[in-house]
C-alpha cells in the first residue's frame, strides 16, 4: 500500500482515539459505523472518500482484535476491493494477498472464507486478463467450497 503503512496508522489511531481498554466498547461502536460507511461509499462508487475510512477500520480492527484475526482479513479485502474497483490493481494485490495469509493462518486452509479470499484474488487477476494465474485460485475456491457444503454447492452459485 503506497503512503500508508499499518503499524503507523494503528499508532496514529491509537494517539487519537485512545487504545485504552475502558473505551473499547466505543471503538467497537465506532468501528461498526466507519464499516457501515465504508459500504455505503462503495455502493455509491465514492472509492476515493472510502479508502481513508477503510485504512482506519482496518487500523481499529486490529487494534481491537489483534494482527492475525480473521476480521483484520475481512477489512484489508474491503480495502483491496476499493483498489480494484479504481483499477488500481497493483496496490490491491498484495493487500488481497495479505487478507488471504491473514484468514487462511488464523481459520484454517479449508475454511470457506479462505475460499472466498481466492475468488476475490482470482478476480483482481482476470480483470487484468492474468487468467493463467486466475484458474488455480478459483479451482482451489471451488473444492473448498465443495468440500463444505457438498459436491452440488457449484450448480447452486
Not at 480473521?70 to 474497483?85: F, H, M, N, Q, S
Not at 478476480?123 to 485460485?137: F, S, T
Amino acid at each position: 500500500m503506497v503512503g500508508w503503512h499499518l503499524p503507523t496508522a494503528v499508532l496514529a489511531l491509537c494517539t487519537v482515539v485512545g487504545c485504552a481498554t475502558s473505551g473499547l466498547a466505543q471503538q467497537t461502536r465506532d468501528l461498526d459505523s466507519l464499516n457501515r460507511q465504508v459500504v455505503q461509499l462503495y455502493k455509491a462508487g465514492k472509492y476515493d472518500e472510502a479508502i481513508p475510512l477503510a485504512q482506519n477500520a482496518i487500523a481499529l480492527t486490529v487494534v481491537e482484535n489483534g494482527p492475525g484475526h480473521p476480521t483484520v482479513g475481512t477489512r484489508l479485502t474491503d480495502l483491496a476491493e476499493l483498489y480494484r474497483a479504481q483499477g488500481r490493481y497493483a496496490e490491491a494485490e498484495p493487500v488481497f494477498k495479505r487478507a488471504l495469509a491473514i484468514t487462511e493462518k488464523a481459520l484454517g486452509p479449508d475454511h470457506p472464507d479462505v475460499g472466498t479470499r481466492l475468488s476475490n484474488l482470482a478476480a483482481l487477476y482476470e480483470a487484468q486478463g492474468r487468467y493463467a494465474e486466475a484458474e488455480p485460485l478459483k479451482k482451489r475456491a471451488l473444492a473448498i467450497r465443495e468440500k463444505t457444503l457438498g459436491p452440488d454447492a457449484a450448480k447452486e452459485r
